[in-house]
């Protein structure tokens, strides 16, 4: 909803109840915006929520107050004028009622973004009306009786009470609609009376006429259709007919397959609401592209046509001229045409006709739509208009709601493109940690990610117990596997451990390194045991068992980016070697580390034996110990 609606609820709100309960409100509701702009868009939320809060500090209720907001807008927008828009509308509540359509089409460009609702009376009598209200927002009924009930007593001095007889929803265009019946009861005498005068002279003057055929009408108005309550067509004017490519084929056709409702907003296209909303203009759309398939099924038929008269042509000056020559038929044009008009019941004939013109904007605009300047209405101002240029709100309507349909792709697109930005991002940061990643994304050389650091803890953990000497022990080491290292990755991020990689049943991580930390031999190790314990209570689809042993040691190392096609953050040095050797001589079940890394452990944090002096390729014999975790100190991982 636009901003003005909710300024008429904040002046009216701190006029009557004072600032501090508009505050409290705000912070009840919310609401971030203490200033609300009047041709900004805001959240239909807002008001509804303003209204709940209102009606706890106040102990009213919500509909109560929402019929105060309908009241405060009202009383409102006067400040703009718009009150003398609704008393030109008619000399009577009711003719109010029939407009209220029509006004908020007047009022499309100052706010093209405004969603209004759609309404018709259906009995009209005496003590007052019968009005349908549809509209896409719910919980603004009472709403409405209040822009209703204030419009009643200022404007029209009546008094109005309003009735909810029903509240039903339906659907347009995939879209969910409330649909709200109401009885509004007020002195309607004013209007029967004229009303009834209007007919009876009307009455008089056509009775002293002769009847016309309906033929008239489609001569009068060369674009008009006429439908019957089935909605399919039954004839159209001479213009449309040549439009179409041959018109006589769009008969007995559903009349929604080849035109468009673009206003009234919000209704469907049907006989019951073109029997009601006669008094509203309608806009419909020539659908170009369903008249361009007929035209090409009916090509064929066409050609033989052509050929027929091609032996029929006559002879003008000694040359043969095909009848075609002498008439200049409107070829389909690239863009669809929009027609606005309204709707007329014919009783004699049992259906409604269309009594409409195309919507142009200049005579630069005829071309594109297969039209010429003899083809619009012989009456009206509609030649003057286009040859004057002037400019038609609908085509602006209509050219806004084309860019506003753009800006909404452009919005969707962009929110896909986000979503698809971030499982790029996912994958990379899998790939190479990410103060790593924005390196090379500003531009830097993979060589300059080279790093050494001086002391980080290096783990290996390796899985146990598997022969997969088949093609199915093969599948289920891999399901196996997938799950176990599953369970590790979402470990890895409590204790702030980068896994570098998993090659075959070999699990590598490292902390301290890209982002260097003190605590990195505490959090290997706190990892490592985390690992031990979950690997035992995991469910393992076939059932297997499962068991690692892992090694740690610390040390030096030096890491960078390694690769092109498949880019890897990889570690180098005897640390890393050193670290496969502890997981190498490990038990299963077991942590097995270093001296080195037994020195940078706080104490009491671990129960750490010693293993004794283990012979290690390539590095000789090294004293190692076991790891466990401590009982009586709190598990880093609950």
């Given at each position: 909803m636009y901003g003005m609606l909710l300024e008429s609820v904040q002046y009216f709100v701190q006029e009557e109840y004072g600032e501090e309960i508009w505050k409290k409100a705000l912070?009840?509701?919310?609401?971030?915006?203490?200033?609300?702009?009047?041709?900004?868009?805001y959240s239909d939320h807002i008001m509804s929520n303003i209204a709940s809060a209102l009606a706890?500090?106040?102990?009213?209720?919500?509909?109560?107050?929402?019929?105060?907001?309908?009241?405060?807008?009202?009383?409102?927008?006067?400040?703009?004028?718009?009150?003398?828009?609704?008393?030109?509308?008619?000399?009577?509540?009711?003719?109010?009622?029939?407009?209220?359509?029509?006004?908020?089409?007047?009022?499309?460009?100052s706010?093209?973004?405004?969603?209004?609702?759609?309404?018709?009376?259906?009995?009209?009598?005496?003590?007052?009306?019968?009005?349908?209200?549809?509209?896409?927002?719910?919980?603004?009924?009472?709403?409405?009786?209040?822009q209703l009930d204030q419009i009643a007593t200022e404007i029209y001095n009546l008094k109005l009470e309003c009735q909810l007889l029903s509240t039903e929803t339906g659907e347009v265009d995939g879209k969910t609609i409330i649909i709200v019946t109401l009885r509004l009861n007020f002195d309607n005498t004013h209007y029967?009376?004229?009303?009834?005068?209007?007919?009876?002279?009307?009455?008089?003057?056509?009775?002293?006429?002769?009847?016309?055929?309906?033929?008239?009408?489609?001569?009068?108005?060369?674009?008009?259709?006429l439908?019957?309550?089935?909605?399919?067509?039954?004839?159209?004017?001479?213009?449309?007919m040549q439009v179409a490519g041959g018109g006589d084929k769009l008969l007995g056709q559903a009349v929604s397959k080849y035109f468009?409702?673009?206003?009234?907003?919000?209704?469907?296209?049907?006989?019951?609401?073109?029997f009601y909303l006669k008094s509203v203009m309608f806009e419909i759309e020539i659908l170009r592209t369903e008249l361009m398939k007929r035209h090409c099924e009916n090509k064929e038929e066409l050609l033989v046509e052509k050929a027929e008269n091609l032996k029929n042509s006559i002879e003008i000056d000694g040359k043969n001229i095909s009848p075609y020559a002498t008439r200049r038929d409107s070829q389909p044009g690239l863009k669809n045409i929009l027609l606005k008009g309204q709707m007329l019941h014919l009783t004699d004939v049992i259906g409604i006709i269309?009594?409409?013109?195309?919507?142009?904007?200049?005579?630069?605009?005829?071309?594109d739509q297969g039209l010429y300047l003899n083809d619009l209405n012989p009456h009206g101002l509609a030649k003057e208009m286009v040859l004057a240029g002037w400019q038609n709100n609908s085509k602006l309507e209509?050219?806004?709601?084309?860019?506003?349909?753009?800006?909404?792709?452009?919005e969707t697109n962009l929110s896909l493109l986000e979503v698809w930005k971030k499982r790029g991002d996912d994958l990379l940061y899998s790939m190479i940690p990410k103060p790593v990643a924005e390196k090379l994304r500003a531009g830097n050389s993979p060589l300059s990610t080279c790093q050494t650091f001086d002391t980080v803890s290096v783990m290996f953990c390796e899985l146990v117990g598997f022969n997969s000497s088949t093609v199915e022990d093969a599948m289920e080491l891999v399901s196996t596997m997938n799950a176990v290292f599953s369970c590790f990755d979402s470990l890895m991020d409590t204790f702030n451990v980068y896994k570098v990689e998993t090659v075959g049943q070999i699990y590598m991580a490292v902390c301290g390194a890209p982002e260097e930390t003190p605590l990195h031999a505490q959090n290997i190790c706190d990892v490592s045991l985390c690992m031990t314990r979950h690997v035992k209570q995991l469910q393992i689809p076939s059932g297997s068992k499962v068991d690692v042993r892992i090694g740690v040691h610390s040390g030096p190392v030096v890491a960078g980016v390694v690769g092109i096609k498949v880019p890897r953050y990889c570690f180098f040095g005897d640390t890393v070697n050193t670290a496969s050797r502890m997981q190498s001589t490990s038990s299963p079940g077991m942590v097995h580390i270093s001296d080195s890394t037994k020195h940078l452990l706080p104490k009491d944090k671990f129960i750490i034996r010693n293993r004794g002096v283990v012979k290690v390729k390539g590095k000789g014999d090294m004293e190692t110990y076991w790891i466990f975790e401590n009982d009586l100190t709190d598990s880093t991982d609950e």
């Amino acid at each position: 909803m636009y901003g003005m609606l909710l300024e008429s609820v904040q002046y009216f709100v701190q006029e009557e109840y004072g600032e501090e309960i508009w505050k409290k409100a705000l912070s009840m509701a919310g609401c971030k915006h203490t200033v609300f702009n009047t041709h900004q868009v805001y959240s239909d939320h807002i008001m509804s929520n303003i209204a709940s809060a209102l009606a706890q500090l106040t102990s009213k209720s919500y509909d109560s107050f929402m019929n105060f907001f309908g009241h405060c807008f009202v009383r409102f927008f006067s400040n703009y004028g718009y009150d003398a828009t609704i008393k030109a509308t008619g000399r009577n509540f009711t003719d109010f009622l029939e407009s209220v359509d029509n006004i908020h089409s007047q009022f499309r460009l100052s706010y093209p973004k405004m969603k209004s609702p759609s309404m018709y009376l259906t009995k009209v009598d005496r003590n007052g009306c019968v009005l349908v209200y549809r509209s896409k927002r719910q919980g603004f009924t009472h709403y409405l009786m209040g822009q209703l009930d204030q419009i009643a007593t200022e404007i029209y001095n009546l008094k109005l009470e309003c009735q909810l007889l029903s509240t039903e929803t339906g659907e347009v265009d995939g879209k969910t609609i409330i649909i709200v019946t109401l009885r509004l009861n007020f002195d309607n005498t004013h209007y029967i009376l004229a009303k009834q005068v209007k007919e009876e002279a009307h009455f008089r003057t056509i009775s002293k006429l002769p009847s016309f055929n309906c033929d008239l009408l489609l001569v009068l108005f060369p674009f008009a259709i006429l439908f019957d309550p089935a909605m399919t067509i039954v004839a159209i004017g001479e213009k449309l007919m040549q439009v179409a490519g041959g018109g006589d084929k769009l008969l007995g056709q559903a009349v929604s397959k080849y035109f468009r409702l673009r206003r009234p907003k919000g209704i469907d296209f049907t006989w019951k609401n073109c029997f009601y909303l006669k008094s509203v203009m309608f806009e419909i759309e020539i659908l170009r592209t369903e008249l361009m398939k007929r035209h090409c099924e009916n090509k064929e038929e066409l050609l033989v046509e052509k050929a027929e008269n091609l032996k029929n042509s006559i002879e003008i000056d000694g040359k043969n001229i095909s009848p075609y020559a002498t008439r200049r038929d409107s070829q389909p044009g690239l863009k669809n045409i929009l027609l606005k008009g309204q709707m007329l019941h014919l009783t004699d004939v049992i259906g409604i006709i269309y009594l409409c013109c195309p919507v142009i904007n200049d005579i630069g605009e005829l071309p594109d739509q297969g039209l010429y300047l003899n083809d619009l209405n012989p009456h009206g101002l509609a030649k003057e208009m286009v040859l004057a240029g002037w400019q038609n709100n609908s085509k602006l309507e209509f050219m806004f709601d084309k860019a506003e349909q753009r800006a909404s792709e452009l919005e969707t697109n962009l929110s896909l493109l986000e979503v698809w930005k971030k499982r790029g991002d996912d994958l990379l940061y899998s790939m190479i940690p990410k103060p790593v990643a924005e390196k090379l994304r500003a531009g830097n050389s993979p060589l300059s990610t080279c790093q050494t650091f001086d002391t980080v803890s290096v783990m290996f953990c390796e899985l146990v117990g598997f022969n997969s000497s088949t093609v199915e022990d093969a599948m289920e080491l891999v399901s196996t596997m997938n799950a176990v290292f599953s369970c590790f990755d979402s470990l890895m991020d409590t204790f702030n451990v980068y896994k570098v990689e998993t090659v075959g049943q070999i699990y590598m991580a490292v902390c301290g390194a890209p982002e260097e930390t003190p605590l990195h031999a505490q959090n290997i190790c706190d990892v490592s045991l985390c690992m031990t314990r979950h690997v035992k209570q995991l469910q393992i689809p076939s059932g297997s068992k499962v068991d690692v042993r892992i090694g740690v040691h610390s040390g030096p190392v030096v890491a960078g980016v390694v690769g092109i096609k498949v880019p890897r953050y990889c570690f180098f040095g005897d640390t890393v070697n050193t670290a496969s050797r502890m997981q190498s001589t490990s038990s299963p079940g077991m942590v097995h580390i270093s001296d080195s890394t037994k020195h940078l452990l706080p104490k009491d944090k671990f129960i750490i034996r010693n293993r004794g002096v283990v012979k290690v390729k390539g590095k000789g014999d090294m004293e190692t110990y076991w790891i466990f975790e401590n009982d009586l100190t709190d598990s880093t991982d609950e």
